[in-house]
């Protein structure tokens, strides 16, 4: 596809379920990021992956979040005992360059909005 | 802590006005300022870069400055569409590069009336 695409769109889940979150990215792109934005917050970062390598996962908020990128290429956020202050847009970035990622245009897909009730 | 601070936090104009945007931000080093556009329900969408030796940049009727001296940086909207109604989100990043070099700010949510 021509851009970052994620799956599900939305999803809703009841306190205590697992979720998993899809991030197809652009082909080729060798960063990967996730961001967890709020409602009326800008994106607020959770991890990075430089190929299937995770190299910062210093904003994952606790152990409950998981992000794998097993083959560098589709990343998988997964989500366990789900509650409720984890509902959000949960956005994916990828991007051309790796070291100095910040210099490099970043791609947002559209998001997953999750509900947890 | 790096901040990137925006304002106003939500506008109201009618069609085919101007208005600007302003996006004051603490972060240091300082690398690059952009300016992204997010329709509801989208990800965020690239419409500036800026690095430290540049002070102003323009796409299509979108026009960002930006003060490195006085860590300001506006983004001004020209012959305004019902299309340019979103939020506008300023990011800062810094000369380290990490990852969670990049700082979002809140966003000004802009609606545009006919």
């Known amino acids: 596809g021509a851009g970052v695409s994620q799956s599900p769109r939305y999803k809703v889940a009841k306190r205590g379920q697992d979720v998993a979150l899809r991030c197809d990215p652009i082909?080729?792109?060798?960063?990967l990021f996730w961001y967890q934005q709020a409602l009326g917050q800008g994106p607020e970062f959770l991890t990075y992956?430089?190929?299937?390598?995770?190299?910062?996962k210093s904003g994952l908020p606790s152990d409950r979040f998981f992000a794998e990128r097993p083959e560098g290429s589709v990343s998988t956020l997964k989500i366990q005992r789900t509650q409720q202050e984890d509902s959000a847009v949960y956005l994916c970035?990828?991007?051309?360059?790796?070291?100095?990622?910040?210099?490099?245009?970043?791609?947002f897909g559209p998001g997953t909005r999750l509900t947890v009730t | 802590k790096n901040q990137v601070e925006q304002s106003p936090q939500s506008l109201i104009i009618l069609e085919g006005k101007n208005c600007t945007l302003q996006?004051?931000?603490?972060?240091?080093?300082?690398?690059?300022l952009r300016w992204y556009k997010q329709d509801t329900g989208r990800g965020p969408v690239s419409l500036t870069i800026?690095?430290?030796?540049?002070n102003t940049k323009s796409n299509g009727r979108y026009t960002a400055t930006l003060d490195a001296d006085t860590k300001q940086s506006s983004l001004h909207i020209t012959a305004s569409q019902l299309s340019d109604s979103a939020s506008y989100i300023c990011?800062?990043?810094?000369?380290?590069?990490?990852?969670?070099?990049?700082?979002f700010g809140k966003g000004t949510h802009l609606i545009i009336q006919p």
């Open positions: 970035a990828s991007s051309l360059g790796r070291l100095g990622v910040t210099t490099y245009e970043q791609y």
């Open positions: 082909s080729g792109h060798v960063s």
């Open positions: 992956f430089q190929n299937e390598a995770q190299l910062d």
């Open positions: 996006c004051n931000y603490t972060v240091s080093p300082f690398s690059n």
């Open positions: 800026m690095t430290f030796s540049e």
């Open positions: 990011v800062v990043s810094v000369i380290s590069g990490g990852a969670d070099g990049l700082t």
